[in-house]
């Protein structure tokens, strides 16, 4: 391992500056890469061989898909929807939207489903009386665990199907049975802990006509958008056709990041949408973040760090197959509750590469470890996940604080909850698969 | 099978409060009339999926109709058609919970129809007023007169003008989106900068919460300042009321909601008195519209009384 130090102490800087928001994250890792190639550490063609540009194409092109949809009022419409059907009830406002916020994370990201999820559980329950602090935190929680079944669910996954070269069949198939359990066990948790807040209304006459009278205001102020249907109707469309084609991928051979962006510029084209304007929404200084990381991961493994990491902390571990599958998942659970995971998953698959080569475990089942460890660890503290920041920060623009400890006191339980599910799940798997 | 149902009657401070927040946030919005209907629509919808004994019926109308008599404002269309309804249910409690409830339902659904009724023939009255070539001031308009002037352009081709008074942006929202939907000409300016424009206009709309026994107009804020300014500039302003919003009280019984807030700007600590409605002398008002037609300032009388 020659020249090694550079290299580590940058990688450990970027790392620090990302996990303390010292500066923003695509500045602090494209700074890194600038100071590896300015000490002539690397060199910018070799450089710009590390970055995975599936990855980065899986996400521009759902960024794409995702702002088209928002445009075109379909996230609004189904939340809207979700309130009037649960008539107020606090325990059909938990259940219903929980179901509508895992799976639109499921299918695009966390991010949007809490943007659009959390004003109108806000303004209905706090309409209501009711404490908007447990709804705001069960949906935060639930989207990191709804985006856990899919490939393109949660930032982890996207980077683990793309670097590893798993497909979205793969991912649903392996990941939705333990998702499916801990999205009950975390309802479940939420509904027992907080009991008396979920009583139902049905015997309070004056509590009913409020609710009509509320879900009224909801549907003016956030339906009386005119909606295009004939936009709706294509984003839609196309919303499926990506959907169908991730499905379809093993025939159609064509991979994720593709697919994404395929679907994306028949969205651009079909919908007229100005071009100019929707980039704006894309995130492309999370873009940025991603490719300066790959890079400086990249470096580290070609450096021979990767390598000796693997040796001297994970492969130390011994050779028996369950305790390294539920190292990896433990880890990778507890790191990301407190580090932020993108960079987390991007350092540990090399790791788990080397992992494998020296205990070959069937089915992927490290990589499912990796998976439910990053994805669920996120609900481990407020700043585990994207999804909990940004509703913790939707819940103080409508005055309702919520502290790091008061999430933690929910989501940290949940967590260990649905880390324990995917313990139990794999072993089981693996197990079945020796 | 009987169904135990753990009794829920009283409504309690918080609950009350919450309830007045929503008739005022409805009623900034959407105007008197149209809230009225909304929670006529609300109480048959809520009687629907209430779970409740027999018995308890009659003291579960009683406190939520109690509750609606004593928001903040008094909507008063609401109270003119809640009062018979409680009148009229003192006859049909019984012991049959299902028996009891359609009864309840099928009179409030009068009542809505009546309300519409009346609405629908202002909202005629008003399309009638309407000529081509006119410039309207608009400040605050109730859905109903937002409808009136969509329909006079979309219906009746008719060529006018609005100028909207922008206030706050919720409360103008509806009827910029309307009126632009149905390509009626428009000119959005501040409510303070009204001075600038007034010699434009040869007509001034309005809607009104209640009309005092006292001959005070009870309506949306920002009303009073407006309605002055047209009557010393001789611009004729009409108020759009159905006989159901004039009370049989004085404006000081209509219960406007009072905001004492404490700011600190700069080094400067006040405390900021708001008020939820405006009152309007009737003495600036020329033309009243009601379901019956247009009433000049003579007519006025009678309604008050």
């Known amino acids: ?434 | 099978m009987a169904v135990t149902v753990i009794k829920d009657i009283a409504v309690d401070e918080k609950d009350r409060e919450i309830l007045f927040k929503l008739f005022r946030d409805h009623e900034d919005v959407l105007g008197s009339s149209r809230i009225a209907m909304l929670a006529l629509q609300a109480f048959i919808n809520s009687i629907q999926a209430l779970r409740c004994d027999a018995a308890d019926l009659r003291d579960l109308f009683t406190e939520l109709c109690e509750a609606i008599r004593h928001t903040e404002p008094r909507i008063v269309p609401l109270i003119h058609l809640i009062k018979p309804f409680e009148a009229e249910m003192q006859t049909q409690y019984t012991d049959d919970l299902e028996k009891t409830k359609d009864e309840a339902i099928r009179i409030l659904t009068a009542k809505l129809d009546l309300l519409k009724s009346k609405v629908g023939k202002i909202i005629e009255h008003g399309v009638g007023l309407i000529k081509d070539g006119d410039t309207i001031i608009v400040h605050t308009a109730s859905s109903d007169v937002t409808k009136m002037l969509a329909m006079a352009r979309e219906v009746f081709q008719k060529n006018f003008k609005i100028i909207i008074l922008k206030q706050d942006f919720v409360k103008t929202k509806l009827l910029i989106k309307t009126l632009s939907r149905a390509e009626v000409e428009l000119l959005v300016v501040p409510e303070y900068s009204l001075s600038h424009y007034i010699e434009q206009a040869n007509k001034m709309f309005i809607g009104a919460v209640s009309v005092t026994h006292d001959a005070k107009v009870v309506t949306a804020i920002g009303t009073s300042n407006i309605v002055s300014l047209c009557h010393l500039n001789k611009i004729p302003v009409y108020l759009f009321a159905t006989s159901l919003k004039f009370s049989h009280h004085s404006s000081s019984h209509q219960k406007i909601h009072t905001k004492m807030v404490a700011k600190s700007q700069d080094d400067v600590n006040y405390t900021l008195t708001t008020h939820s409605h405006d009152i309007v002398d009737l003495k600036l008002i020329d033309y009243l519209i009601t379901e019956d037609g247009k009433v000049g300032k003579r007519g006025m009388g009678k309604y008050v009384e």
């Open chain 1, 1 to 434: 391992m020659e020249g090694v130090f550079i290299p580590i102490v940058v990688f450990l800087i970027v790392y620090a500056a990302i996990t303390f928001e010292l500066v923003n994250k695509a500045v602090a890792a494209l700074l890194g890469v600038m100071v590896l190639l300015a000490l002539h550490i690397i060199d910018e063609h070799t450089a710009i061989e590390f970055i995975d540009f599936e990855t980065i194409m899986l996400l521009l092109g759902m960024m794409m898909i995702v702002a088209i949809l928002r445009k075109s009022g379909f996230f609004t419409i189904v939340s809207v929807k979700i309130a009037e059907l649960t008539q107020g009830s606090p325990l059909k406002i938990l259940v219903l939207f929980s179901v509508v916020t895992a799976g639109l994370s499921a299918c695009l990201d966390n991010v949007t489903t809490v943007l659009i999820v959390i004003p109108i559980i806000i303004e209905l329950t706090a309409g209501m009386g009711l404490d908007p602090k447990v709804y705001v935190i069960s949906q935060a929680v639930i989207s990191n665990i709804g985006g856990t079944a899919t490939l393109i669910g949660d930032p982890p996954n996207i980077i683990i199907g793309s670097k590893v070269g798993l497909t979205f069949n793969q991912f649903i198939i392996n990941l939705a049975v333990p998702v499916v359990f801990a999205f009950v066990a975390a309802l479940f948790y939420i509904w027992f802990t907080n009991k008396n807040k979920f009583k139902p209304i049905d015997t309070n006459l004056a509590k009913l006509f409020s609710v009509q009278l509320l879900l009224e205001k909801i549907r003016f102020n956030y339906l009386s958008i005119r909606i295009d249907k004939i936009f709706l109707t294509k984003s839609l469309a196309c919303l499926g056709l990506a959907i169908t084609l991730f499905v379809t991928q093993t025939i159609t051979k064509l991979s994720p990041g593709v697919v994404a962006v395929l679907v994306a510029m028949i969205l651009l084209v079909i919908t007229k949408v100005d071009v100019e304007h929707m980039l704006e929404e894309i995130e492309w200084s999370t873009l940025l973040f991603f490719t300066g990381l790959f890079i400086l991961v990249g470096v580290l493994e070609a450096k021979g760090v990767i390598e000796w990491i693997a040796h001297n902390v994970f492969l130390r571990i011994g050779d028996n197959p369950y305790i390294i599958v539920l190292v990896v998942l433990w880890v990778s659970g507890i790191a990301s509750g407190f580090l932020d995971n993108i960079p987390f998953t991007i350092t540990m698959i090399p790791v788990v590469r080397l992992m494998l080569e020296a205990n070959p475990i069937p089915n992927n089942i490290l990589w499912w470890a990796l998976s439910l460890g990053a994805c669920l660890g996120g609900n481990l503290t407020m700043i585990g996940a994207s999804a909990n920041i940004v509703s913790v920060g939707m819940a103080k623009r409508f005055n309702q604080n919520i502290s790091f400890l008061e999430f933690m006191k929910s989501s940290a339980v949940i967590s260990v909850i649905t880390l324990l599910i995917a313990s139990a799940y794999l072993t089981v798997f693996l197990w079945l698969s020796l």
